[in-house]
Nanobody
Framework: AHLAESGGGSVQAGGSLRLSCVAS????????MGWFRQAPGNEREGITT???????NYADSVKGRFTISEDKDKNVVYLQMNGLQPEDTAMYYC??????????????????????WGQGTQVTVSS
């Protein structure tokens, strides 16, 4: 399988973006999909997850502003980002874990458990 993100760009504070993560060659029915971000000099952090049962989990830093969703027919996971702030500036990645128990799917799920990663899409928020 292959993951590809798109939808990044530059916006002003308070703006919105919707990121997409398209999964090609996808044959999995049980999975944990996560969105991560990494700012320069920082570690890659998990910000939200969705599992194959539709359960979602959010980091406090994005809760109430970001929404993860999926279109199973199209094998796409979305990240709707509203109320963007300069501190949201980062490279955003999607990832998929297709082996672990989906009950473990959350933002604290270890990065090394994810089997597939996208190449990332840059989000830049100016003040």
């Amino acid at each position: 399988a292959h993951l590809a993100e798109s939808g990044g760009g530059s916006v002003q504070a308070g703006g919105s973006l919707r990121l997409s993560c398209v999964a090609s060659g996808w044959t999995y029915t049980k999975y944990c999909m996560g969105w991560f971000r990494q700012a320069p000099g920082n570690e890659r952090e998990g910000i939200t997850t969705i599992d194959s049962n539709g359960r979602t989990n959010y980091a406090d830093s994005v809760k109430g502003r970001f929404t993860i969703s999926e279109d199973k027919d199209k094998n796409v996971v979305y990240l709707q980002m509203n109320g963007l702030q300069p501190e949201d500036t980062a490279m955003y990645y999607c990832a998929a874990d297709v082996e672990s128990d989906t009950r473990r799917c959350s933002i604290t799920h270890p990065k090394y458990e994810y089997n597939f990663w996208g190449q990332g899409t840059q989000v830049t928020v100016s003040s």
